[in-house]
């Protein structure tokens, strides 16, 4: 395919806010893909050369494209500069400057989706010394040959910043037109795609081998799986109810909610990878878990659970503010020695060539115990199996006591459910004010220090959480209150960074903050209740929306992107919680 097809197609999709638009613009680019095309072209649509766990980059910052822009347009650098700063975006700028350049000349050749992918996987790969003359160049070559649109989007893709508005569930409705006329395989599409997150490998799959191809699909070691999500309910009573109907004997699984850092450790023979919640590679951070990993007695697996970090001199476990120090690139020995991890582990997903996800969760804790049977930094989560409500409850108090943060109660009979909120496991943690939970929010804004608070430039936050029907983000908060001085410090200079003239495309805002930002951090909100409010678009419905009354921050969560922020159908519901516990 020529490269300027898929730019005209970006270029129709960033016009559009509608999903159904994106959905029908992408299945009808699927069509004229030719075979082996399917990868890269869903790669490049996600702004990307590969699955996001690779983490890849591009690596080529604003000052070096600058310059292959004023390379290839024959302007000076500094005219290029202002031009930026007039324009606000590089990509317009390449648009606007190349243009002058092509009345002149017309020696282009074709690019290519192909040689456009080749060039950006060469550009990943540059590193070391004299590498920024080498992107330079290489981008300034890409752009000679580029019509002024290809221009534009090969400058955002560099930068990062492509940003079509067209997300993963787009893709996989896109896919599912694409085959069927409608969106009857993305069940299918999307399981594949929950058990090794990598959509332009099931892209390809799917191509290759239709819809049976999709439904063989089996996870595999390395490749992360999208991790099974907790639903909530506000008593211990209902929770036992919920899932004891589904038992026989009326038994749940009750275990010990530790607040740490999630991991997916996976081994093939001597290869071992932990994956963070995000789905990031984590690896390097945690050598005392990939020691005990290769320790455990099995050539081949892929296991869950939750570390928490201990502490030698006071032998007793960390929370989660200070398990998370252990997440750095330096001095990682050393504090592996002073603050070693213990890894709960509470899931088993693959094992020795068979898939443990589609089997009940009551062999796959047996499976998991004996696998982890003689580690000492690996053991399996602490439960109970509970015949009524009263143990739920009794359990319950005692993690409490404990400091843990709650319980997960688990239904035995259920699979491992990748990607996916659903009863099969339901959370119980202990109560801030009215609510149940407390909110995972995107930031997508912030404001200026005001008062006291002058001598910030940052003074507060506005949040957003995600309408998982639409894709949008919808405003629910903003968060004045519950940070430190080092903290406000901190943000004022992530966010300074990430600041953006205009509102996020896929963000829904009648709140307009000081400053917008990408819709990059995730921040744990604790609030009173959930109140109807005109102010927020969160589930809004004529004019009242919800919003969290007295909302003050928890803790950046590090390990949580903007499509793990909290749902505006888990808002709903924790409001008709909050409104029968009244
Ligand atoms: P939340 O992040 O509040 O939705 O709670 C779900 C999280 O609890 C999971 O993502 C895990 O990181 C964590 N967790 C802690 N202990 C367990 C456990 N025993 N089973 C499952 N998840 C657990």
Known sequence: ??????????????????????????????????????????????????????????????????????????????????EYKRMGDLGLVAEKLLQKKAQMSLCTSELTVAKVFESFLRLAKLSGHGSQEGKIKSVAELLNNASVLEAKYIVRFTLGKLRLGVGDPTILDALSTYKAGDKSLRVKIERAY???????????????????????????????????????????????????????????????????????????????????????????????????????????????????????????????????????????????????????????????????TQIEYAKRRETLEQLVKKNKTIVASDQIIATNAAQVEKYFQKCIAEGL???????????????????????????????????????????????????????????????????????????????????????????????TKEKPKKLLSDVVPDFWTELKYVITVASDEITLSPMHTCGRVGDTGYALRFPRMVSLRDDKGPEDATTTNEIIEMYEMQRKGK
Not at 37 to 65: H, M, N, T
Not at 410 to 439: C, E, H, N, Q
Request: hydrophobic share 40%; with cysteine; aromatic share 10%.
């Open 1 to 82: 395919m020529q490269f300027s097809e898929l730019a005209a197609v970006f270029e129709k999709l960033e016009g559009t806010a509608s999903r159904l638009e994106m959905t029908a613009i992408l299945a009808a680019l699927f069509t004229k893909m030719d075979r082996g095309e399917a990868e890269r072209i869903v790669y490049l649509c996600q702004g990307s050369i590969a699955p996001a766990y690779e983490g890849i980059d591009l690596g080529v910052g604003e000052k070096f494209v600058i310059e292959a822009i004023a390379l290839s347009s024959g302007q000076t650098r500094p005219n290029v500069e202002r």
């Open 405 to 499: 943060e709650g319980i997960i109660a688990k239904d035995m009979a259920a699979p491992y459910v990748a990607g996916a909120r659903k009863f099969a496991w339901i959370k119980l943690k202990k109560s801030y004010g009215a609510m149940v939970d407390t909110v995972d929010v995107v930031i997508c804004g912030y404001y200026l220090g005001k008062g006291a608070r002058e001598e910030f430039k940052f003074g507060g936050l506005l949040g957003a959480v995600l309408n998982e029907d639409t894709g949008n983000f919808e405003t629910i908060a903003r968060i004045g209150g519950g940070f430190t001085e080092e903290e406000m410090v901190n943000f004022e200079e992530m966010l300074e960074k990430i600041k």
């Open 194 to 356: 929950n058990l090794c997150s990598d959509l332009g490998y099931v892209a390809r799959m799917f191509f290759e081998g239709g819809e049976v191809a999709v439904e063989k699909f089996k996870p595999a070691p390395l490749k992360p799986i999208r991790p099974a999500l907790a639903e909530r309910l506000p008593t211990a009573e209902e929770i036992y109810e919920k899932i004891a109907k589904n038992s026989e004997q009326k038994e749940v699984t009750v275990e010990a909610k530790y607040d740490g850092l999630r991991m997916q450790v996976h081994k093939t023979g001597k290869q071992v990878e932990i994956f963070s919640r995000k789905l990031e590679r984590m690896t390097k951070m945690f050598p005392e878990i990939v020691q005990a990993a290769l320790e455990i007695n099995a050539k081949e697996f892929i296991l869950e659970g939750e570390a928490l970090a201990y502490s030698v001199k006071e032998k007793r476990y960390f929370s989660f503010q200070q398990t998370i120090q252990r997440k750095r690139k330096y001095g990682v020995e050393a504090m592996s020695k002073e603050f070693p991890l213990r890894l709960f582990a509470f899931d088993v997903l693959y094992l020795d060539g068979k898939d443990y």
